[in-house]
Nanobody
Framework: AVTLEETGGASVQPGGALTLSCTSQ????????VAWYRQGPGTECELVSA???????YYKHSLKGRFTISRDNSKNTVSLQMNSLKPEDTAVYYC????????????????????????WGQGTQVTVSS
């Protein structure tokens, strides 16, 4: 089984930056696509960004240019660099791992975590407020 842990969530002011990390203790982490989802208050869970096993990246269109995803398979870590944060970025951010074709099939869902994907972290809170 793959266990995931997210770190890096915090409260920041608008315009600030954060880097979220998703770390697995499982060496086969590199065999999976990894995605960041988020769920804000009263909203559905949405796919923010994903990185495939081969390093191909995906971003929610409205976030392109502000968010950057990367992976370091030697450290079993996927990071999400978030810049120019806005209040509407406030959400619980989750990382998930599964085959990339499954991740891209789930661009939104009612709630995270969701049984459509195999592995989820516990989530980390990001709050953007002045």
């Amino acid at each position: 089984a793959v266990t995931l842990e997210e770190t890096g969530g915090a409260s920041v002011q608008p315009g600030g930056a954060l880097t979220l990390s998703c770390t697995s203790q499982t060496e086969i982490f590199s065999d999976y696509g990894v995605a960041w989802y988020r769920q804000g208050p009263g909203t559905e869970c949405e796919l923010v960004s994903a990185i495939s096993e081969d390093g191909t990246t995906y971003y929610k269109h409205s976030l392109k240019g502000r968010f950057t995803i990367s992976r370091d398979n030697s450290k079993n870590t996927v990071s999400l660099q978030m810049n120019s944060l806005k209040p509407e970025d406030t959400a619980v951010y989750y990382c998930a791992a599964d085959s990339s074709h499954l991740i891209y099939a789930w661009t939104s869902m009612d709630d995270c975590p969701h049984p459509g994907l195999a592995y989820w972290g516990q989530g980390t809170q990001v709050t953007v407020s002045s």
